[in-house]
Structures are given as structure tokens and as C-alpha cells.
């Protein structure tokens, strides 16, 4: 029932382990699609066509395919979103490994809260040591997953914080009473989002990618954005979702696409 949706590009042994990750899921039944942009294909490097084959002989396809001219991360997850098939669609970053439980967890919770979406925000082990009790804004989700419309410069805006560094494994250990997850309100969520395919379509997916220079970022929050004013989404608590901490592919953050899709639009 689900497609993990994977981008890459010039980092073939970070995606060689979020592989690795996936194919340790308890979780059977799903599918993976990696669309590679990388200079010289990951298909290549030995690291990654073994965990391939891992991830396959745990009895999941892989759909390895290029996706080239770049024309930035908007089109690239929406040339991803055009692969899918499957009910559920987890974008996840080739930076991001998961446990074993947590393609199991993202399904339970979709099904129980019937929203948009629900994903887990990545944590970064290396700041275990630098607690931030003042970003740590937390309201859990009580009853229901209502939709929620959420703009910069609203309260609901600064709930962003709460995923910085290790904020959330702090947080986990501060409030967390045992439960498989925790749904809580946010404002978006990067690396690991776990989406109704069928809605994230409705709301436009990432189509927006024609809008917007080719060198842009943020393309996530505008999909989550639009998905949650409609429908609803939470995170989940803990999480299952380990950041590797790698330098990011998008150094120049000029253009935000917020500011050309909700601002603009």
C-alpha cells in the first residue's frame, strides 16, 4: 500500500544507509522509487547497488530511475510524486535513516488520524547535549486532527522551532507516557512526511515547480501547507527518524517558495 519516494543527488553512501534503513522495516508490503540526479549515477557506486539489493531481497522492489536536466527540488519530488502508484506516499530524504518500526508507526497513525499527512521530524544526535527548553513549543493534537491554516508570522508558524537539533528526543523523554506515537500540532515537517497520496494530489502535489526559479527551497512547506489547510496533519511523537547530519545540497536559500506559491499566490 505504500511508495517510498526518495530524492537524491551526489550522495551515494548517506543514500546507501537511509537504504539500509528501509530494508530493516518491519513493515512487508512496500515499494521504493529513487529518482537520482546526482552527477554520476548512484547505480554505480557499490554501497548503493548493495543495499539495492537488500532492500530487494527483503521482498521490496526498488525503481531506480534519472531524472535529469535539474530544474530544482520541486520538480524533483513532483517527477517522484508522477511514479507513485500506492495509496500512501513517504517523501524521504536520502539523508534520513529510519527504525525499523517506523514505516509500521507512520501507517498506524495515518489510518487512526485520517489527515493529510503525518511524518516524523529528524533528529540530530550530535546535539544531545544542547537542550532548548524555550523551542520545545509542543501542543499535542486532543480528539480529531482538525485542518489548520498556517502563514509566517503566526503563532502556529514558530511551532518550527520544535524541530531543531535534538529537541525532539528531549522532548520525547520529558512528556512521552509510553504510547507507539503521539500526534502534535506543527508547522511543517522536513525529510520524512507520510502523505494520503490521493489528497496531496488534490491540493496541486508539487506542480507548483513551474512557478518558481529553478534553484529554490522550502517546496516541502508549501505541499504541507496546502495539504494541512485542507485536511489536517500532525507529527508523531517519538520520533523514528535519525538526521546524518550531512552538509546540505542546497547551499544558496535565495528563493523561498513560500514566497512565490503563498505570497505570491
Not at 530494508?23 to 546526482?38: E, G, H
Not at 530544482?72 to 530524504?93: I, V
Not at 511543517?188 to 491540493?203: P, Q
Request: net charge negative; with cysteine.
Amino acid at each position: 500500500m505504500i511508495d517510498v519516494l526518495v530524492p537524491t543527488r551526489d550522495r551515494p553512501h548517506a543514500l546507501a544507509m537511509t537504504l539500509s534503513g528501509l530494508a530493516a522495516q518491519s513493515l512487508p508490503d512496500f515499494r521504493v522509487v529513487i529518482a537520482d540526479q546526482s552527477d554520476t549515477p548512484v547505480a554505480a557506486d557499490p554501497l548503493v547497488a548493495t543495499a539495492i539489493r537488500l532492500v530487494e531481497h527483503s521482498g521490496r522492489p526498488v525503481s531506480l530511475e534519472r531524472n535529469l536536466p535539474r530544474r530544482g527540488l520541486a520538480q524533483q519530488r513532483a517527477f517522484l510524486l508522477s511514479r507513485a502508484e500506492r495509496k500512501r506516499a513517504l517523501f524521504l530524504d536520502d539523508d534520513v535513516w529510519l527504525e525499523p518500526s517506523a514505516l509500521g508507526v507512520l501507517t498506524d497513525a495515518l489510518a487512526t488520524l485520517d489527515c493529510g499527512f503525518v511524518g516524523f521530524a529528524v533528529q540530530g544526535l550530535s546535539y544531545l547535549g544542547d537542550r532548548r527548553p524555550h523551542e520545545q513549543i509542543y501542543e499535542e493534537w486532543t480528539g480529531e486532527v482538525r485542518p489548520e491554516r498556517v502563514r509566517r508570522g503566526t503563532p502556529a508558524w514558530d511551532r518550527h522551532r520544535l524541530h531543531n537539533a535534538a529537541n525532539l528526543t528531549h522532548l520525547a523523554e520529558r512528556v512521552g507516557d509510553g504510547r507507539a506515537w503521539q500526534p502534535y500540532k506543527i508547522a511543517w515537517i522536513g525529510g520524512c512526511v507520510f502523505y494520503d497520496r490521493e489528497k496531496l494530489a488534490e491540493c496541486g502535489g508539487f506542480d507548483f515547480w513551474t512557478e518558481v526559479p529553478p534553484v529554490h527551497s522550502g517546496e516541502d512547506v508549501v505541499a504541507e501547507l496546502r495539504v494541512m489547510e485542507r485536511y489536517g496533519a500532525a507529527g508523531l511523537l517519538p520520533s523514528r527518524a535519525y538526521h546524518l547530519e550531512l552538509p546540505t545540497t542546497v547551499p544558496v536559500r535565495d528563493a523561498e517558495c513560500y514566497d512565490y506559491v503563498i505570497e505570491g499566490g
